[in-house]
């Protein structure tokens, strides 16, 4: 089962859904069966609203399903309303479009990211994410060390016994782009090359002479152990974000990310062209 409580609340939902599609039954059909609105059916079913365990046995019942698989749902919408680690920080220092995305973080199996503008977040010295913060307008000035806090705290799924399979490309501008002063990006660069030596860690870049390639702005790809849980696409914003499941959506940004891959440097090549700008950020 998926650890974090937003990827028990996205199974259940997907769980759900599939019940009620194998019913042949619309939300409207359920909701007035169990004396329920339709939208209440619909909220259940795309994570938008709680799930009690009354719901669960009140659904199981209509769709008679057997003992385990009810026990089952039951336990993921228990499970599903603990808080995760990130959560202690405070709405303020986590959004709420990116703790959705922190906690199907933590569950995933392979990790896909392509960024264009700066480096990777589960790369980023405290020092570089302050800088970044600073100039946000999602957190407010007195709750940056939180959300710097938060971001080195990610930064452990990397390292830890259920690492993901990682892959990380980045455009050489954003070697070049000055975060904060040149010692700062100097630290910066040797973090990316320490953690590019992770045994499940990949990175590339993408460099400046690379020809054509896909014209895309940063995005960020997770893939789950269970097959059950699709994967998911993600692009956010200034004010919010974006989640793609679809089939199309991950089989486009799939491609894509394949060909931003062979457009790329080796990780080799990559490493070496990362100790070049270091010894440039040095003099």
């Given at each position: 089962?998926?650890?974090?409580?937003?990827?028990?609340?996205?199974?259940?939902?997907?769980?759900?859904?599939k019940?009620?599609?194998?019913?042949?039954?619309?939300?409207?059909?359920?909701?007035?069966?169990?004396?329920?609105?339709?939208?209440?059916?619909?909220?259940?079913?795309?994570?938008?609203?709680?799930?009690?365990?009354?719901?669960?046995d009140?659904?199981?019942?209509?769709?008679?399903?057997?003992?385990e698989?009810?026990?089952?749902?039951k336990?993921?919408?228990?499970?599903?309303?603990?808080?995760?680690?990130?959560?202690?920080?405070?709405?303020?220092?986590?959004?709420?479009?990116?703790?959705?995305?922190?906690?199907?973080?933590?569950?995933?199996?392979?990790f896909?990211?392509?960024?264009?503008?700066?480096?990777?977040?589960l790369?980023?010295?405290?020092?570089?994410?302050?800088?970044?913060?600073?100039t946000?307008?999602?957190?407010?000035?007195?709750?940056?060390d939180?959300?710097?806090?938060?971001?080195?705290e990610?930064?452990a799924?990397?390292?830890?016994?259920?690492?993901?399979?990682?892959?990380?490309?980045?455009?050489?501008?954003?070697?070049?782009?000055v975060?904060g002063?040149?010692?700062?990006?100097?630290?910066?660069?040797?973090?990316?090359?320490?953690s590019?030596?992770?045994?499940?860690?990949?990175?590339?870049?993408?460099?400046?002479?690379?020809?054509?390639y896909?014209?895309?702005?940063?995005?960020?790809?997770?893939?789950?152990?269970?097959?059950?849980?699709?994967?998911?696409?993600?692009?956010?914003?200034?004010?919010?974000?974006?989640?793609?499941?679809?089939?199309?959506?991950?089989?486009?940004?799939?491609?894509?990310?394949?060909?931003?891959?062979?457009?790329?440097?080796?990780?080799?090549?990559?490493?070496?062209?990362?100790?070049?700008?270091?010894k440039?950020?040095?003099?």
């Amino acid at each position: 089962m998926a650890g974090s409580p937003t990827a028990r609340r996205r199974r259940l939902s997907i769980e759900l859904k599939k019940l009620r599609e194998a019913n042949a039954l619309t939300c409207a059909q359920v909701g007035a069966a169990l004396d329920w609105s339709g939208s209440k059916v619909n909220r259940m079913e795309t994570g938008t609203g709680r799930v009690q365990p009354s719901d669960i046995d009140a659904l199981c019942r209509f769709y008679d399903t057997g003992d385990e698989l009810r026990e089952f749902l039951k336990s993921l919408a228990r499970q599903a309303k603990t808080r995760g680690w990130w959560q202690v920080h405070g709405s303020n220092a986590v959004p709420t479009w990116f703790s959705i995305y922190i906690g199907l973080e933590q569950d995933a199996s392979t990790f896909r990211q392509y960024q264009c503008e700066v480096l990777p977040g589960l790369m980023q010295t405290p020092a570089y994410a302050r800088e970044l913060h600073k100039t946000g307008a999602h957190v407010p000035a007195k709750d940056i060390d939180r959300a710097v806090n938060v971001r080195v705290e990610r930064q452990a799924m990397l390292t830890g016994p259920q690492a993901p399979d990682a892959w990380f490309v980045v455009n050489e501008a954003a070697l070049h782009n000055v975060i904060g002063d040149r010692p700062l990006m100097r630290e910066q660069l040797e973090r990316v090359l320490e953690s590019s030596e992770l045994p499940s860690v990949t990175v590339q870049v993408l460099p400046f002479d690379s020809g054509t390639y896909p014209t895309t702005g940063s995005f960020t790809m997770l893939g789950f152990p269970d097959p059950e849980d699709p994967d998911i696409v993600y692009r956010d914003g200034i004010t919010d974000a974006v989640y793609l499941e679809g089939e199309h959506h991950v089989r486009e940004y799939t491609r894509a990310f394949d060909g931003l891959r062979a457009a790329a440097l080796s990780p080799q090549r990559s490493a070496q062209l990362i100790k070049s700008i270091v010894k440039e950020y040095a003099t």
